[in-house]
């Protein structure tokens, strides 16, 4: 018995118990109302910047103006004089507390790049923490921080990741480490090819950029030796615990709360300088302080993503088959090692290759740091830059072996009946094993919803009209549910209220929703009776917060397991009120009831936690308290998978690029709540066409951020998000949790930049030109209207290397 079998075996009946509810009482699959909107659009919701306390200070961080220089001394004298200041520490203040440490790597050797929480002996990017300025105002703060004077020796910054790797500190270049992993004979897969495709392609630099910026708010009581901090996100659990760590207190002595959080997208919620600067100045100040953020500071200090330079190339048959790749990269990780470590090019080396069979592999990941705002995660980390690489390389397959794009994918992909399929890779150092999945099924359906044909013959037909019009598809495989574990405790009152508590975090996608649809699944209840308890590190001792499209995975199967124990025991406890069989009762509406329907005897949940209430003399011995815990424990993701299909119009007067038509289709394995996985998907979408086509954060050559305003970091908006059509289909259920679930945050984004590449080469008739990411008018503009020597074309394109097909 294989060990995926294994696992399906182990988890298929968790808990010993098989019953489900009547189809009747079925919540699981519904629609439902979000329990998380009625305080949000009455404006009742309790965000970071809400939260104030009575003699709190404001704290702002005074920022490097230098991209990399040797830190020579910080002057604060004059900033002291003003009235309101408190303190004002530098890096020498905060000397004894150490770096912020990494969470997501095995990768050894990381720890000289971790970036303290003050710079100390040098600054390596724009923005870079060099003190800290306490004050009674916030206005006070931010004036005194404009007179601090720091010195700083410039040195040279390195700007491209591509270039001779640079001095981090004596003794260290900024090349920590280089990812290599592989399977196969990748020589004589190239070695016995009819032909190889090769391309080198851009990935440029966004990230997420939430409507609510970074805040957080600390306090000391110093009553009960309790470190206070509201404004967490993510995760709560392992930030309070290496917090506690670096303030050398014991975790039970700290408590982190969530409130609403205004978006994650992965960037918020990890660890910064200024999370534990706020909690060390409470501690040490004995005030409460508070910091948000302003737009500028979120811009250049959260985590920024993607950056990555590919060149990438495939053995191929004359048929298109792939015999093998390879695939070297560089990742510009920014100015320090942050909590991710090396996490978003491991998953580039290891889930690359998506859909297809791949009888040879090799990839080469340099992992480099530039003098650039740090990086990290961000929705569908290292999955959206290699779909986009591998997406054009297909394309390129397709030009090569002389077959259309579609043929050329459905010759590559992986047979249902091979699943699951184990690639011989890891990332994030699980085992990749696709563990369910029909990915040609789902090109069929995609191909049929979108009426590929009758697009394809209107695109035609408005080309002879002079339009500039194109389609372009890609496929994805995501992955989704990462464990290992998660807690879930489970309580009934005497009033029938049902009380879920977990350690995962809600930053806007729905969970609690979701959660209770489980929950009250289970029970056969109303799931707007469930109450959701998150984001509360004095609630719960475990909890791995939310990212990595896990929540629903994971602690929904945890829901699960706790509400059919919770189950078990109402329904025990009508077994024993009326001396019955248990197997002659079910659960349904809210209540324990006989399945014959000729006895209409009936024991709510109220009256079953009465029952075990331990003032009772029913209880009579039995645990008291209708209660459980579940926990969920999965050594393997999952892989939900899709594709993407884009229409796009070129201007050639402008080179603007106008999304026409968008289809999403999704295999998400069973959606608890379709509604909330199909805005998933769209709001995805959105963040996957502005890195396509807008976002970018651009340097100067000396290391000066340019795009720290609105004004220059186009946010894609509601008027250029297209009509957009999602298909969600359940057609392979995951084999790893009981309810088959596959998560869903991540789908919408995956394929986007891929997709749009190939509709604008379809649209310019051009294949292959579209070699790099934000794809902009000037691109477009520059290859409609050629010129000799013309300035539209940008003389560092690799793509200009390339020939017409757009291959080397």
Same mark, same amino acid.
């Given at each position: 018995?294989?060990? +995926?079998?294994?696992?399906? #075996?182990?988890?298929?009946?968790?808990?010993?118990?098989?019953?489900?509810?009547?189809?009747?009482?079925?919540?699981?699959?519904?629609?439902?109302?979000?329990?998380?909107?009625?305080?949000?659009?009455?404006?009742?919701?309790?965000?970071?910047?809400?939260?104030?306390?009575?003699?709190?200070?404001?704290?702002?961080?005074?920022?490097?103006?230098?991209?990399?220089?040797?830190?020579?001394?910080?002057?604060?004298?004059?900033?002291?004089?003003?009235?309101?200041?408190?303190?004002?520490?530098?890096?020498?203040?905060?000397?004894?507390?150490?770096?912020?440490?990494?969470?997501?790597?095995?990768?050894?050797?990381?720890?000289?790049?971790?970036?303290?929480?003050?710079?100390?002996?040098?600054?390596?990017?724009?923005?870079?923490?060099?003190?800290?300025?306490?004050?009674?105002?916030?206005?006070?703060?931010?004036?005194?921080?404009?007179?601090?004077?720091?010195?700083?020796?410039?040195?040279?910054?390195?700007?491209?990741?591509?270039?001779?790797?640079?001095?981090?500190?004596?003794?260290?270049?900024?090349?920590?480490?280089?990812?290599?992993?592989?399977?196969?004979?990748?020589?004589?897969?190239?070695?016995?090819? !009819?032909?190889?495709?090769?391309?080198?392609?851009?990935?440029?630099?966004?990230?997420?950029?939430?409507?609510?910026?970074?805040?957080?708010?600390?306090?000391?009581?110093? *009553? #009960?030796?309790?470190?206070?901090?509201?404004?967490?996100?993510?995760?709560?659990? !392992?930030?309070?615990?290496?917090?506690?760590?670096?303030?050398?207190?014991?975790?039970?002595?700290?408590?982190?709360?969530?409130?609403?959080?205004?978006?994650?997208? *992965?960037?918020?919620?990890?660890?910064?300088?200024?999370?534990?600067?706020?909690?060390?100045?409470?501690?040490?100040?004995?005030?409460?302080?508070? !910091?948000?953020?302003?737009?500028?500071?979120?811009?250049?200090?959260?985590?920024?993503?993607?950056?990555?330079?590919?060149?990438?190339?495939?053995?191929?048959?004359?048929?298109?088959?792939?015999?093998?790749?390879?695939?070297?990269?560089?990742?510009?990780?920014?100015?320090?090692? #942050?909590?991710?470590?090396?996490?978003?090019?491991?998953?580039?080396?290891?889930?690359?290759?998506?859909?297809?069979?791949?009888?040879?592999?090799?990839?080469?990941?340099?992992?480099?740091?530039?003098?650039?705002?740090?990086?990290?995660?961000?929705?569908?980390?290292? #999955?959206?830059?290699?779909? =986009?690489?591998?997406?054009?390389?297909?394309?390129?397959?397709?030009?090569?072996?002389?077959?259309?794009?579609?043929?050329?994918?459905?010759?590559?992909?992986?047979?249902?009946?091979?699943?699951?399929?184990?690639?011989?890779?890891?990332?994030? *150092?699980?085992?990749?094993?696709?563990?369910?999945? @029909?990915?040609?099924?789902?090109?069929?359906?995609?191909?049929?919803?979108?009426?590929?044909?009758?697009?394809?013959?209107?695109?035609?037909?408005?080309?002879?009209?002079?339009?500039?019009?194109?389609?372009?598809?890609?496929?994805?495989?995501?992955?989704?549910?990462?464990?290992?574990?998660?807690?879930?405790?489970?309580?009934?009152?005497?009033?029938?209220?049902?009380?879920?508590?977990?350690?995962?975090?809600?930053?806007?996608?729905?969970?609690?929703?979701?959660?209770?649809?489980?929950?009250?699944?289970?029970?056969?209840?109303?799931?707007?009776?469930?109450?959701?308890?998150?984001?509360?590190?004095?609630?719960?001792?475990?909890?791995?917060?939310?990212?990595?499209?896990?929540?629903?995975?994971?602690?929904?199967?945890?829901?699960?397991?706790?509400?059919?124990?919770?189950?078990?025991?109402?329904?025990?406890?009508?077994?024993?009120?009326?001396?019955?069989?248990?197997?002659?009762?079910?659960?349904?509406?809210?209540?324990?009831?006989?399945?014959?329907?000729?006895?209409?005897?009936?024991?709510?949940?109220?009256?079953?936690?009465?029952?075990?209430?331990?003032?009772?003399?029913?209880?009579?011995?039995?645990?008291?308290?209708?209660?459980?815990?579940?926990? =969920?424990?999965?050594?393997?993701?999952?892989?939900?998978?899709?594709?993407?299909?884009?229409?796009?119009?070129?201007?050639?007067?402008?080179?603007?690029?106008?999304?026409?038509?968008?289809?999403?289709?999704?295999?998400?394995?069973?959606?608890?709540?379709?509604?909330?996985?199909?805005?998933?998907?769209?709001?995805? +979408?959105?963040?996957?066409?502005?890195?396509?086509?807008?976002?970018?954060?651009?340097?100067?050559?000396?290391?000066?951020?340019?795009?720290?305003? =609105?004004?220059?970091?186009?946010?894609?908006?509601?008027?250029?998000?297209?009509?957009?059509?999602?298909?969600?289909?359940?057609?392979?259920?995951?084999?790893?949790?009981?309810?088959?679930?596959?998560?869903?945050?991540?789908?919408?984004?995956?394929?986007?930049?891929?997709?749009?590449?190939?509709?604008?080469?379809?649209?310019?008739?051009?294949?292959?030109?579209?070699?790099?990411?934000?794809?902009?008018?000037?691109?477009?503009?520059?290859?409609?209207?050629?010129?000799?020597?013309?300035?539209?074309?940008? @003389?560092?394109?690799?793509?200009?290397?390339?020939?017409?097909?757009?291959?080397?």
């Amino acid at each position: 018995m294989s060990g +995926l079998e294994e696992l399906q #075996r182990t988890i298929s009946d968790p808990a010993g118990l098989t019953e489900h509810p009547a189809p009747q009482d079925a919540v699981i699959g519904l629609s439902v109302a979000r329990l998380e909107d009625p305080p949000l659009v009455r404006g009742e919701g309790n965000f970071a910047g809400d939260i104030n306390f009575p003699r709190q200070l404001h704290m702002r961080v005074v920022r490097s103006q230098v991209a990399h220089g040797r830190l020579l001394d910080v002057d604060v004298q004059e900033a002291l004089k003003l009235p309101g200041v408190v303190a004002i520490w530098t890096g020498r203040d905060v000397a004894d507390i150490p770096p912020i440490p990494f969470r997501a790597t095995k990768v050894q050797g990381l720890e000289p790049y971790c970036q303290h929480i003050l710079a100390q002996s040098h600054v390596r990017y724009v923005g870079d923490p060099i003190a800290v300025v306490f004050a009674r105002d916030a206005y006070v703060a931010e004036d005194a921080a404009d007179l601090v004077a720091p010195e700083i020796e410039t040195l040279t910054p390195l700007m491209d990741a591509r270039d001779t790797p640079g001095e981090f500190l004596p003794g260290l270049d900024t090349e920590p480490t280089i990812i290599r992993k592989g399977y196969g004979d990748i020589e004589a897969a190239f070695a016995g090819a !009819w032909r190889t495709v090769e391309l080198q392609l851009d990935i440029g630099r966004h990230s997420g950029v939430p409507l609510e910026c970074r805040g957080a708010v600390a306090r000391y009581d110093a *009553g #009960r030796d309790v470190l206070e901090m509201f404004g967490a996100a993510k995760k709560s659990h !392992w930030n309070r615990d290496e917090m506690a760590k670096m303030l050398g207190r014991s975790p039970a002595s700290m408590h982190l709360y969530e409130g609403h959080v205004g978006g994650g997208f *992965g960037v918020r919620g990890e660890m910064y300088p200024e999370d534990v600067l706020v909690c060390l100045g409470a501690l040490r100040l004995r005030k409460p302080v508070k !910091w948000v953020e302003d737009r500028r500071e979120n811009l250049l200090a959260t985590n920024h993503s993607r950056e990555q330079y590919h060149h990438i190339k495939a053995a191929i048959d004359e048929s298109g088959h792939i015999l093998g790749i390879s695939n070297e990269f560089f990742h510009s990780q920014g100015g320090y090692v #942050r909590t991710h470590g090396p996490r978003v090019a491991d998953m580039s080396a290891g889930l690359l290759l998506g859909p297809y069979r791949v009888p040879a592999y090799k990839a080469i990941g340099h992992y480099r740091l530039t003098n650039k705002t740090p990086a990290a995660t961000y929705r569908a980390p290292g #999955r959206y830059e290699t779909t =986009f690489v591998r997406e054009r390389l297909l394309d390129a397959v397709a030009q090569a072996a002389n077959i259309d794009p579609i043929t050329a994918r459905r010759r590559n992909l992986i047979d249902k009946s091979e699943m699951p399929y184990t690639r011989p890779l890891d990332a994030l *150092g699980v085992d990749v094993v696709l563990d369910s999945g @029909d990915y040609a099924g789902l090109l069929d359906k995609a191909l049929t919803r979108v009426g590929w044909d009758q697009i394809q013959r209107d695109a035609q037909r408005r080309r002879s009209r002079g339009e500039h019009v194109g389609i372009g598809l890609a496929m994805f495989v995501e992955k989704s549910g990462l464990g290992p574990s998660d807690l879930v405790r489970l309580t009934i009152d005497q009033t029938g209220t049902i009380e879920l508590v977990t350690g995962a975090g809600s930053v806007g996608q729905g969970m609690e929703t979701a959660l209770a649809q489980i929950c009250a699944h289970e029970l056969g209840a109303d799931y707007r009776r469930v109450r959701v308890i998150k984001g509360r590190t004095d609630q719960i001792e475990f909890g791995n917060g939310a990212h990595a499209s896990r929540v629903t995975v994971m602690s929904g199967s945890a829901t699960q397991i706790a509400a059919r124990k919770v189950r078990a025991k109402a329904i025990a406890a009508a077994a024993l009120a009326w001396d019955v069989e248990a197997g002659r009762l079910t659960l349904r509406d809210g209540a324990v009831q006989f399945t014959d329907a000729a006895d209409s005897r009936r024991m709510t949940l109220a009256e079953a936690a009465r029952y075990y209430h331990p003032s009772q003399k029913t209880s009579n011995g039995h645990e008291p308290g209708l209660s459980a815990e579940g926990w =969920f424990y999965s050594e393997h993701m999952n892989y939900p998978y899709g594709v993407h299909i884009a229409q796009v119009l070129l201007d050639a007067g402008t080179g603007g690029i106008k999304v026409e038509k968008y289809l999403v289709a999704y295999d998400v394995g069973r959606a608890v709540n379709p509604k909330m996985v199909e805005g998933q998907i769209v709001g995805g +979408l959105a963040q996957g066409l502005g890195g396509a086509l807008y976002e970018h954060f651009t340097y100067s050559a000396d290391g000066q951020p340019l795009s720290t305003t =609105f004004a220059d970091y186009l946010m894609i908006t509601a008027h250029e998000m297209p009509e957009v059509d999602v298909l969600i289909t359940e057609d392979a259920p995951s084999p790893l949790n009981p309810l088959g679930m596959k998560g869903a945050g991540e789908g919408g984004t995956n394929a986007a930049g891929a997709a749009i590449a190939a509709a604008v080469d379809d649209a310019l008739r051009q294949p292959g030109a579209i070699t790099r990411l934000p794809v902009t008018p000037l691109d477009v503009y520059g290859r409609l209207n050629p010129m000799p020597s013309s300035a539209f074309r940008a @003389d560092d394109n690799l793509s200009d290397r390339q020939d017409d097909d757009g291959i080397l």
